[in-house]
């Protein structure tokens, strides 16, 4: 779903899932110039806390670091980077996307 709404929105998926001994970031993609690393979350309506809360720094520097990994091993190093959160909220049938662009 969330791989969907991005290219509807005009980016290139690069790598969904990507792992290594650092982690895993959950879609890779690319925005005109920009290699982009977005981070999903997906709740349900009747959670206390909401998705974009639970990004805290401790994960906000773990995808840094896996951004400076793919980046190296892909070679993207002459890319901007920019770091995104893709929120999903289930609420029965219906679901509700949200986007932050540069999220931190």
């Known amino acids: 779903m969330a791989a969907k709404y991005l290219k509807s929105n005009g980016f290139k998926i ?7 001994a650092i982690g ?8 005109k110039d920009a290699i982009v690393f977005i981070e999903v979350k997906t709740r349900k309506s009747d959670n206390l ?3 974009f809360e639970s990004i805290g720094k ?5 995808i ?3 951004a400076e990994y793919y980046i190296q091993e892909k070679d993207y ?4 980077i920019k770091f ?3 929120s999903i909220v289930r609420d029965g049938q219906n679901n509700k996307i ?3 662009a540069n999220a931190f």
């Open 77 to 80: 190093s002459d890319c901007e």
């Open 24 to 31: 895993e970031i959950d879609i890779v993609a690319k925005e």
């Open 58 to 62: 401790r994960k906000q520097n773990k």
């Open 64 to 66: 840094r670091d896996l």
């Open 14 to 20: 690069l790598d969904t899932n990507f792992r290594c």
């Open 98 to 100: 949200e986007y932050i």
């Open 49 to 51: 806390a909401g998705p």
């Open 84 to 86: 995104d959160v893709l």
